[in-house]
């Protein structure tokens, strides 16, 4: 069949196996040529492997560090003439290439907030790698079900405290305006902690723990998003800030179960993800931040960033700020680029947004997630959605 993106808002629900397949050897490559990455952990636990954050995290331990990894995340496989999620896509091709490299690769697919789920994954720790040295927790997700509970929770991206105004782009018509959002109430602040806070994280170091699979010495990191005073209404300081705030206490819990280096936050820099585009005023200061680190020249996207967090930030004692997080947002946060971005804003209008931003290239960030707009993938070849090499 011939596959051609289909977007429904801030979703795309087809994906390219060939595109997939290329972007996941871009990124394979940017580690490649930057060269190997001194590590000692070299068994590794990827929660949320499949895009994003996560799967550059894989790649990154795999083909920088020689890492032998078990992957965990939520797929849709393909039909006859239907084709499978992204994620499942970049599963195969990862899979392919690291075996291809004499690594390991074991990829479970199901709901990680589940317990059937962390014993398939503590069985495929212990047949494969025996223990783990590191365990990344990129996990994005609206809903999740407790396990102890049965109750699903889903999570409410609003302001907290009082309402909020900002501009906001419509990413299909390019038309910037104003969103009003109520704030969020008690319950949906509360559901939001549930879903994104850091309670699965330490469910997940509980079993690992319990089942004797996680190595001494083991490291553990958790994915959060701070930004500036120009997303903070809408995150830091609403809901999804309050989440990210519960993983900062979790990250202390660990750390006082299994010794001061254990767990880390690891603050990370705004990047077009499937979890990103969903929150409302974020893909208009998206694009202005394409455009202005281009121009800067210190672009970056998630290969770049969990790049630079391996072979800069983690080697020896990481450099944590008074919360004992990493941070691999200190471009995006640093002054002339934050003084640039707010200055922009300012003048942000639909008129202006051409000249100021870049969406243009956001939408093809965008696309790129699902295997689209890829130079050398012929999207008018005729393909088959359950194959990918
Ligand atoms: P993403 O949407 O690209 O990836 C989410 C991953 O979670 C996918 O692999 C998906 O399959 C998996 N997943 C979702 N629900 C699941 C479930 N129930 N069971 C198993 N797997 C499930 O998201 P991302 O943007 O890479 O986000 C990863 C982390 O990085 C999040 O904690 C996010 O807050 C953080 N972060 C993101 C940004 C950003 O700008 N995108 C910035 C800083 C930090």
Redesign the pocket.
Known sequence: MIIEPKIRGFICTTAHPVGCATNVQRQIDHVVVKGPIPSSRKRVLV??????????SRIVNTFGSDADTV?????RPPAENKPA?A?WY?NRAFENRAKAAGRKAVTI??????DA?KAEAIAAIKANLGQVDLIV????????TDPKTGETFRSAIKPYGSSVTSKTLNTTTGEVSEISVEPATEEEAAATVKV?GGEDWELWIAALADAGVLADGFLTL??????SELTWPIYHKGT?GKA?GD?DRAAAAIRARFGDGAANV???????????SA?PV?PLY?TLLIKVEDEMGLSEG?IQ?IDRLFRDKLQGTPAVDDENRIRV?DWELSEPMQAELKKRWAALTTESLPALADLPKYRAEFLK?FGFGLGGVDYSADVDPQVVN
């Open positions: 929660l949320g492997c499949s895009t994003g954050y996560g799967l550059a992957g965990v995340s939520f797929e999620s994620g970049n697919e199901g709901d990680a907030f589940s789920v927790y990129s996990l994005a997700s609206p809903v999740r994104m958790n994915y959060t998003y701070l930004g999804l990210k993983l690891v603050a990370l820099k705004a990047v077009v993800t499937q979890a990103s929150i974020v998206g998630p960033q947002d997630l």
